[in-house]
């Protein structure tokens, strides 16, 4: 049997809630511009997620 790759990368088939958990988990590792890559992605594909939004605020703040 013969395994056939899929076709789409990981990052690319996340959704907005794993962006947001992702984010979150770099923004605690202190990985701030990955992190925020990851927050904006989510707003990309869920614009006004509140949590989303919260986070990405705070992160801003710690980076400023």
Same mark, same amino acid.
């Given at each position: 049997?013969k +395994?056939? *790759?899929? *076709?789409? *990368?990981?990052? #690319?088939s996340?959704?907005?809630?794993s962006?947001?958990? +992702?984010g979150?988990? +770099?923004?605690? =590792?202190?990985?701030y511009?990955e992190?925020a890559n990851?927050?904006?992605?989510?707003?990309?594909? #869920? *614009?006004n997620d509140?949590?989303t939004l919260? =986070?990405?605020?705070?992160l801003?703040?710690?980076m400023?």
């Amino acid at each position: 049997m013969k +395994l056939i *790759p899929d *076709p789409h *990368p990981i990052s #690319q088939s996340m959704d907005a809630r794993s962006h947001t958990n +992702l984010g979150a988990i +770099l923004h605690l =590792n202190g990985k701030y511009r990955e992190a925020a890559n990851s927050y904006r992605e989510a707003l990309r594909l #869920q *614009p006004n997620d509140v949590t989303t939004l919260t =986070n990405l605020h705070k992160l801003h703040s710690v980076m400023t």
